[in-house]
């Protein structure tokens, strides 16, 4: 079994399976940096969902994109030159804390992690 867990610094990774090619493309994605795992979780097989640190990070990674694009004339922003800035709302962040799921660094995961990720 593979599962998510969270380093001290905070980052995300994937821990346990094995690297069969089936999940290659994940275990590039979060090699590649927490973001690129989350997004990739956007698009990943329902099999991930069956573990709970996947189906959590995953209903963080749709509420951000659901924030992101509702953001105002998105198509038209250079996020290169203006970075878009996603607030969480409160209620949100308090159901993300009192959520986390058992995991290999779930103490790691505070209002400062959610933020940042």
Not at 32 to 51: C, K, N, Q, V
Not at 62 to 74: K, N, V
Not at 94 to 105: D, N, S, W, Y
Request: proline share 4%; glycine share 6%.
């Amino acid at each position: 079994m593979f599962r998510i867990i969270v380093s001290p610094l905070r980052n995300l990774h994937i821990e346990g399976g094995h690297s069969s090619s089936d999940y290659t493309d994940l275990y590039n994605a979060f090699a590649r940096g927490s973001g690129h795992g989350l997004l990739f979780l956007d698009i990943a097989t329902e099999i991930i969902a069956e573990e709970e640190s996947f189906s959590y990070w995953r209903d963080f990674t749709c509420l951000y994109l659901s924030l992101f694009t509702a953001i105002p004339e998105l198509n038209q922003r250079d996020l290169r030159q203006n970075p878009a800035i996603i607030v969480l709302p409160q209620e949100d962040l308090a159901r993300l804390l009192l959520t986390v799921p058992a995991m290999k660094g779930a103490e790691y995961v505070n209002e400062e992690c959610l933020l940042t990720l």
